[in-house]
């Protein structure tokens, strides 16, 4: 078997080089986020192994080219530009093809514009400067000086460093696309941190009886404040939504809001899910964790049903209040922390005091500034305003046309005492809208528990007779509330004659002069017409 040749030999280990090197090269760019970074291991790389005696990488910006990397220049090549078309880079940019300078000195069209180093300005060099190409497009250029060899393969050597660039590319492609990711997540960020901030504004809240206006003003007085707030009442009143309000209105409103439900959390999890954990804190503790607070920092941290917390951890919770720091669960490392404390809970905390389940220098810790959230049954004034909103809300949701409510169904919500506060009322509106098949919502679309309850002044069961006069009176008071009192229309739309429908008004007797008070049926009967979407307290 005849020996290899030299040349044979020369070739097999330049090749093998130039593959333990785009091994680097791959692993320089994939291991950083940095690309300029990226691009400046992959320089130096190339001058370690193949010879290069500078090196840069220009990017395309504003129709400009830029240098991005650079190696073997001084520290003024950093702020060189050039046009697309403007020397060899340039050419090589706006053709899309690589150009191969052999004698650099000999090359006229070299700019040179790059200050070079002293000490590599005598010898002969050449030049190979290839396309950094995304989809086919040029969107930079490599290129490398090289000490001048009279045997060097150049065709090689163009697509050794082609093949580099494609490299490069890839790279800039993955920095554009996280680029253009953070920046729509960011658009979106600031998008919904604005629908928030609109939405729980005090405008948008509806409520104008005496004690909703009563709670609108102590939340306008804390809300701009760092004190630490108690929200209390009873379940389903809006005490979250009342937080969200405080926030969103406060100095703190481009921070975070971060909510804890503390009844929703074993009593094993919160205090790793508040303060969170360090590594091998625990079985299972893999890595670090950071706790609800933290999470929170410069912003607001909402805990929900703070009555539901265990004695351990109001311990800790006492100290950051305190002190405004905290170690994590099995660490020793002190954390400090600036995070606005809203707390909220619908239990007697005077009596839990006095069975010992809460710790009352807690509670006096929390309860610098307390808000009374009242129950809808003390608030019985905003009961249209809310039952209106959720109406057009419903209604828009599941692609109906309702306008409006009947006075049998006005009626049967003012009596009911709603134990289950807005949130009650809200789920009462969805179903009559769910099962109304008509413009109106009756009576018969309510719940069974309102027409059952003993305030609504029904009962049970209920004969045939007494069921169709309690539709036919439904029928006309509807009629009579459309026409505001106007018996002769009122007959006309039921299709009977005057006499007729005040003989049934007598048998029912039904009040006549109530739906003559345009200002009584404006609020039990027509709509909001300004058109504006409101937010209950719920």
């Not at 090749?15 to 090197?21: E, I, L, N, P, V």
């Not at 340039?90 to 150009?99: C, L, Y």
């Not at 093949?163 to 979106?188: C, H, K, P, T």
């Not at 009374?372 to 305003?385: G, Q, S, T, Y």
């Amino acid at each position: 078997m005849p020996a290899a040749k030299p040349s044979d030999a020369l070739a097999a280990a330049r090749d093998a080089r130039r593959m333990s090197s785009l091994l680097e090269i791959s692993q320089a760019l994939s291991g950083t986020l940095n690309l300029r970074a990226g691009v400046q291991r992959v320089l130096l790389i190339l001058m370690r192994h193949h010879g290069v005696v500078r090196g840069m990488v220009t990017l395309l910006r504003d129709n400009e080219l830029h240098v991005e990397a650079a190696e073997g220049f001084d520290d003024r090549a950093q702020g060189v530009r050039y046009k697309v078309g403007e020397g060899i880079t340039g050419r090589v940019v706006e053709s899309g093809k690589p150009i191969v300078v052999p004698r650099v000195s000999r090359e006229p069209a070299l700019l040179n514009r790059a200050a070079r180093r002293t000490d590599s300005a005598r010898q002969e060099l050449s030049f190979i400067c290839v396309p950094i190409l995304l989809q086919r497009t040029p969107a930079g250029a490599l290129g490398v000086d090289l000490r001048f060899k009279a045997e060097r393969d150049y065709e090689s050597s163009v697509k050794f460093f082609g093949i580099v660039s494609g490299m490069i590319a890839q790279a800039l492609n993955v920095q554009r696309q996280l680029e253009e990711e953070r920046r729509r997540l960011l658009d979106e960020n600031t998008h919904l941190k604005q629908e928030l901030r609109e939405r729980y504004d005090f405008s948008n809240i509806i409520g104008t009886s005496g004690p909703t206006r009563q709670m609108y003003e102590q939340v306008a007085q804390v809300a701009q404040t760092n004190t630490t707030v108690l929200i209390r009442g009873e379940s389903g009143t809006g005490k979250e939504l009342i937080a969200h309000a405080i926030h969103y209105n406060s100095l703190r409103a481009k921070k975070p809001f971060v909510k804890v439900s503390c009844a929703a959390l074993p009593d094993t999890l919160i205090e790793s899910e508040l303060f969170g954990y360090e590594k091998g804190a625990f079985t299972g503790a893999q890595a670090r964790k950071k706790g609800r607070f933290e999470l929170a920092e410069g912003g607001t941290l909402f805990l929900d049903e703070i009555g539901d917390i265990n004695l351990s951890t109001q311990v800790k919770l006492l100290r950051v209040l305190q002190e405004r720091e905290f170690e994590r669960l099995g660490g020793t490392e002190t954390v400090k922390v600036n995070v606005r404390m809203i707390a909220a809970t619908n239990k007697d905390m005077e009596k839990a005091i006095a069975d010992g389940t809460f710790r009352e220098d807690l509670y006096y810790r929390l309860n610098v500034f307390t808000i009374f959230v009242p129950p809808l049954r003390e608030r019985k004034a905003d009961l249209l305003l809310l039952s209106d909103h959720f109406l057009e809300k419903f209604s828009r949701e599941h692609g109906k046309v309702i306008k409006r409510i009947s006075t049998p169904a006005i009626d049967m919500l003012m009596a009911y005492h709603w134990p289950g506060n807005v949130r009650e009322l809200e789920n009462a509106l969805e179903r009559a809208v769910l099962v109304c098949d008509s413009a109106v919502v009756h009576a018969h679309h309510l719940p069974p528990s309102l027409q059952t309850a003993d305030s609504s002044n029904t009962v049970t069961r209920v004969s045939l007779k007494d069921a169709v006069a309690a539709y036919e009176r439904d029928l006309i008071q509807d009629a009579l509330k459309t026409t505001r009192g106007n018996r002769a229309k009122a007959a006309r739309l039921l299709d009977t004659t005057e006499r007729i429908l005040n003989y049934k008004v007598r048998g029912h007797s039904i009040d006549v002069r109530r739906f003559k008070s345009s200002d009584m049926a404006r609020r039990a009967v027509e709509r909001r017409s300004d058109g504006t979407s409101a937010q209950a307290i719920e």
